[in-house]
């Protein structure tokens, strides 16, 4: 029988990965790294459960790093099959995971300096070198293409809504002439999203593994695009600059789109747009080599992209980056990190946060202890790179951004499902999120929901279609 094993995001958000079993054949979907404390970042560097050799394939759905970050260390550990992708993941993840083994060498090189580690040396989880011999695995499927992976399973993606390329994976095992269907939701976005498309309902199938960050919570129906104009208003008028921290990929994307919706319709005169972020200038320019994967084209009639519009102006070098200290409003400063853990935001802020014609604009999550959060908290002083300066700039949270569906929306992306399933695993969220996720999944469409633990492994019956 078939054979499904939960090693990752099972009543946590982090660490996607499972595995599948098929007539003595082994593919993964996602590879996620464990983030947040260390008891579950110490999860990255455990042994992996099952023959990395053995795996003939890895099914990725999406390009965020709790979903790819494993993937480095699996084929430094002996995985030479292929891994699966939707073109633009593919292109992205080559810039995040590139991104990620430099800041995994920082790290690992500061605490060998300074002495801090218990393990002589501390290594980085992988480096550069390994991301290379990675991505010389990668193989791009477009959505809706069926792919043989071997002789006992097959998949395609389905469009999923949470970030370009994006996409749920509609995976197809056969056994002993049995043959069961199993979808992974990936990570399901919002319906009605900022520049991302609305996700495409589930589809039947005897198994569904679905997230469920947001599962018990319902975001309120806010217009980002009205919170952004008053603000932006506000903080011209005082003849201020626009400080937006944001994510390199996606939501720096999502900012410009907004920002040029502002201007093109005519609600505001055309202002500069700053992006200082190597990465987010990457990352922008995957977005516009996509013009039609988005909610709305990004190509002007013209065939040029929004997101390089003649107001936006980018800035690679780090000189370029410190003239911007004397850049003067109005004009809008978009650079990472996003929750202002680190990066060329955190100059800007030593600039901008100490004058009151100023704006920072929080526009994603923040977690606890970052400065993003001291600032959203209301600290009157923070300190940056040593030195403590007052907050005197105006402080703002644009909200409505969120990458993922809350509870209900999670049901109606499961109204796709007509037939009933022989169960709905609940994954991808803490477990009050997941539980009650389930909770809801069960009262409002009867069906079996489960929320999994941490390795646990379900034999997969066919239903018989
Ligand atoms: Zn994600």
Avoid at 386 to 406: N, Q, W
């Amino acid at each position: 029988m078939a054979r499904l094993t939960f090693l990752g995001a099972a009543r946590t958000v982090t660490g996607s990965q499972y595995l599948l079993e098929a007539g003595g054949r082994l593919v993964l979907v996602d590879s996620g790294m464990f983030q947040g404390d260390k008891a579950l970042r110490q999860r990255n560097w455990s042994q992996p459960e099952f023959p990395v050799a053995k795996v003939d394939a890895i099914v990725l759905t999406h390009t965020h790093l709790d979903h790819i970050g494993r993937v480095p260390r699996l084929v430094k550990l002996g995985f030479r099959g292929a891994i699966y992708c939707t073109p633009p993941t593919l292109e992205l993840a080559e810039i995040l995971l590139l991104d990620a083994a430099h800041l995994q060498e920082e790290d690992a090189d500061y605490l060998n300096r300074k002495g801090l580690t218990t393990h002589a040396p501390a290594l980085p989880l992988f480096d550069a070198s390994d991301v290379q011999e990675a991505l010389k695995l990668f193989r791009a499927l477009p959505l809706g293409r069926a792919q043989a992976v071997n002789d006992a399973l097959s998949f395609s993606y389905r469009e999923a809504g949470h970030l370009l390329g994006a996409a749920s994976a509609d995976v197809e095992l056969q056994e002993a002439g049995q043959r069961t269907r199993v979808v992974f939701s990936g990570d399901v976005g919002r319906f009605g999203a900022v520049l991302t498309k609305d996700p495409e309902l589930a589809p039947d199938a005897d198994y569904l593994v679905i997230e469920s960050t947001y599962g018990n919570r319902t975001h309120p129906e806010i217009t980002v695009i009205d919170q952004l104009e008053g603000v932006l208003k506000r903080t011209f008028a005082r003849g201020g600059v626009l400080l937006i921290p944001a994510f390199a990929v996606g939501r720096a994307q999502q900012m410009i789109w907004l920002m040029d919706q502002l201007v093109s319709t005519g609600r505001m005169r055309p202002f500069p747009i700053h992006v200082d972020s190597p990465m987010a200038i990457d990352a922008t320019r995957i977005y516009a080599q996509y013009p039609d994967a988005h909610r709305e084209s990004l190509n002007t009639i013209g065939g040029r992209s929004l997101l390089h519009g003649k107001w936006v102006h980018l800035h690679r070098t780090r000189a370029e980056s410190q003239a911007l200290n004397d850049l003067k409003g109005p004009a809008v400063i978009i650079s990472s990190s996003g929750m202002l853990s680190g990066g060329r935001i955190l100059h800007h802020c030593r600039v901008r946060l100490p004058k009151p014609e100023n704006t920072l604009l929080i526009t994603g999550y923040q977690a606890a202890g970052t400065l993003g959060r001291a600032l959203l908290d209301g600290a009157s002083t923070v300190r940056i790179h040593k030195g403590e300066l007052p907050v005197l700039a105006e402080i703002r949270d644009l909200k409505g951004l969120s990458g993922h569906a809350d509870g209900g929306e999670m049901l109606r992306w499961l109204s796709g499902v007509k037939g009933k399933p022989q169960a709905v695993f609940v994954t991808h969220g803490e477990p009050e999120a997941a539980d009650a996720l389930a909770g809801r999944i069960t009262r409002e469409r009867g069906f079996v929901a489960r929320v999994p633990a941490m390795g646990q492994a379900f034999d997969l019956a066919a239903a018989g279609h």
